[in-house]
């Protein structure tokens, strides 16, 4: 355990470390802040005053023009020197107002599309004037003055239309100003910063590059913003310079909406802060150099000593238990290394004996596997023998029946027709042809016996005749309709291979017929290059595979049916439900083949009592 007492003392020079150093450094940035929100208010107070005014102007210049735009479209000597086609005095009057009012460009425009004016190169396109939209508003009896932007340059629009005596609106009188640098610098008066008018793509005033990037954005920004309200300035900080920024939206007009940026560069602001910074910096380094002494008086005695410890813990945690634990520093942790040494001790006491157990069981383990593994391969040794020696049986049977039976049986017929053709009998005749036709009877059951037994045509023609045969001559009689298809080029298979898989082709048939009451089967034969896959479907009625299987016996059902294609190396399925019909798919491997005949050649160990002639 450690000493309370010096650990509460540590945790209070820490404390009242740390605390002091917290404390000056945030009463440091406190107040800095206090004097930087000073200074940045003053600017922000500043920018608000020239913000409102200059929004106040922009408005005032807006109603000047449209009453301007007013005066002469109710002087109607204008219109009627217009109407006499007295251009002179036309154009005199307007040379005479413009002379007045330099930077205002005054613009008739008729109903029929004429535009005049008292400039020779008027800088507004007078093939322009008929096609804005303010203009055909005047002609809608508005007027309203408004900015838009012609030619990728940005003009203040008034336009008052004049109505004739029939109370048609025939003429429009247009004064545009273009809003360039000049004009905003006479709106702003004595404004010591940057000014913008933009329609978010255009821009009046400073070129873009002498913007930050961030202002750039607001601006686009504010140009498409709906409200009306002067905005609350905020502060930008672009290359160690901070930019106080105030936006004043003028609102959307009916060829988009405009706004203005006033950029002030905040050079106060970035003093104060600065003189701030260099002040906290200085005092930290202070307090940190007062913080490492304190430091390093307690690292020797107590977090050189917990750091070892925590690095024998990890050894421990990650397996190594071999590393003694030295102790050393105060002496409670002297204590506590010396308890961790002795946990050590009996943990690795406690491996060793878990590891001997292991090894133990491992040992038992592998043995008990070898027995098992040697007797699944006596049981498959003995499975094959079995089923190799029932087939030997049932060809030497089949042998027997046929050169035996079958001949007797044959010769007994030819003779009971001899002796037919000798008697006269007619009672003894019929009773000889009666005879005569059980024993053909009986001849023909035993060639059914000998074919189910070994069939000639596996052994002549190979397979899928053979499994053709027998499904015609097991369902045809039934009803069944047989489809046999092959697909690929035919491999030759080993004798006992191919028996293997015509006995499961076969059981295959026989449930049908026995119980699928199906009306169509097919057997697909597909020789692929490195299995033979066999597919045997039909249209009966189904059943339940997981039912059947947990009621399955070991004589020849679906049991049989997959032990005999696992035996030589094949892969066995099985799909159906109630009323979907059966398929039932076997895969064979040809490279399988050399080492099932091996199999069957060798036969059972000398050293297993248990197998046939051991």
Not at 128 to 141: A, Q, T
Not at 337 to 351: F, H, N, T, Y
Not at 450 to 467: F, K, N, S
Not at 506 to 517: C, D, K, S
Request: net charge negative; with cysteine; hydrophobic share 45%.
């Amino acid at each position: 355990m450690f000493g309370w007492q010096k650990w509460s003392l540590v945790a209070r020079q820490w404390a009242l470390t740390l605390g002091a150093v917290a404390l000056l450094i945030g009463g440091i940035v406190y107040l800095s802040g206090q004097v930087a929100e000073q200074v940045r208010y003053c600017l922000d107070t500043e920018l608000y005053h020239q913000a409102v005014a200059l929004h106040a102007r922009f408005v005032n210049e807006g109603y000047y023009l449209r009453d301007e735009a007013q005066l002469l479209a109710h002087y109607e000597e204008i219109f009627t020197w217009l109407a006499e086609g007295d251009t002179q005095r036309l154009k005199r009057l307007l040379s005479l107002h413009q002379s007045a009012h330099e930077a205002d460009h005054v613009y008739l425009v008729t109903a029929q599309g004429q535009v005049y004016t008292a400039a020779a190169e008027p800088p507004l396109d007078p093939a322009v004037l008929p096609h804005l939209e303010i203009v055909r508003l005047g002609f809608g009896g508005q007027a309203l003055a408004e900015l838009t932007t012609v030619d990728d340059r940005i003009w203040l629009v008034a336009v008052a239309p004049h109505t004739n005596a029939e109370g048609v609106n025939d003429t429009v009188v247009v004064i545009a100003h273009e809003m360039d640098a000049v004009a905003l610098e006479a709106l702003v008066g004595g404004f010591h910063g940057l000014i913008v008018l933009t329609d978010g793509t255009r821009w009046v005033g400073p070129a873009e590059a002498d913007l930050p990037p961030r202002v750039l954005h607001d601006l686009r920004r504010a140009a498409r913003a709906p409200t009306e309200e002067i905005l609350q300035p905020y502060s930008v900080r672009h290359e160690g310079t901070t930019y106080e920024v105030l936006l004043v939206p003028l609102g959307a007009t009916h060829s988009g909406s405009y706004a203005l940026a006033l950029v002030k560069q905040a050079t106060v602001l970035d003093a104060t802060r600065t003189r701030a910074l260099v002040g906290a910096a200085l005092l930290a380094l202070a307090l940190v150099g007062m913080a490492l002494l304190v430091i390093h008086f307690h690292k020797r005695e107590i977090f050189l000593p917990l750091r070892a410890l925590n690095q024998v813990a990890q050894r421990i945690a990650a397996g190594d238990l071999d590393v003694a634990i030295a102790p050393r520093g105060m002496r409670e942790i002297h204590e506590l290394a010396a308890s961790i040494e002795a946990m050590r001790q009996r943990v690795k006491s406690l491996l060793e004996q878990e590891q001997a157990l292991r090894q133990q069981l491992a040992a038992r383990l592998e043995e008990q596997s070898g027995t098992l593994v040697q007797m699944c391969r006596e049981r498959e040794q003995l499975l094959t023998r079995l089923i190799s020696a029932q087939e030997e049986e049932r060809r030497r049977v089949s042998r027997e029946l046929h050169d035996e039976t079958s001949q007797e049986l044959a010769n007994l017929i030819v003779r009971l027709g001899a002796l037919a053709r000798t008697v006269d009998d007619p009672e003894v005749l019929q009773h000889l042809q009666r005879l005569r036709q059980h024993a053909a009877r009986t001849l023909e059951g035993v060639n059914r016996i000998v074919m189910d037994l070994r069939p000639g045509l596996l052994d002549e023609y190979g397979l899928v005749p053979a499994v053709q045969w027998y499904a015609d001559s097991r369902l045809s009689p039934l009803g069944v309709q047989v489809k046999v298809k092959v697909r690929g080029t035919p491999q030759s298979l080993s004798p006992y291979v191919q028996v293997s898989v015509y006995r499961v082709l076969q059981e295959a048939i026989n449930n049908i017929a026995q119980h699928a009451h199906a009306r169509q089967a097919t057997l697909l034969f597909e020789w692929q290059p490195d299995a033979l896959q066999v597919t045997v479907t039909d249209d009966g009625r189904g059943f339940a595979v997981d039912e059947v299987a947990r009621n399955a016996t070991p004589h020849f059902g679906l049991l049989g049916m997959r032990e005999r294609i696992h035996l030589i190396g094949g892969e066995f399925q099985v799909e159906s439900a109630p009323g979907q019909g059966t398929r039932i798919r076997i895969r064979v491997p040809y490279e399988a083949h050399a080492g099932v005949e091996r199999h069957v050649a060798e036969g059972p160990t000398k050293a297993d009592p248990r197998a046939p002639g051991g």
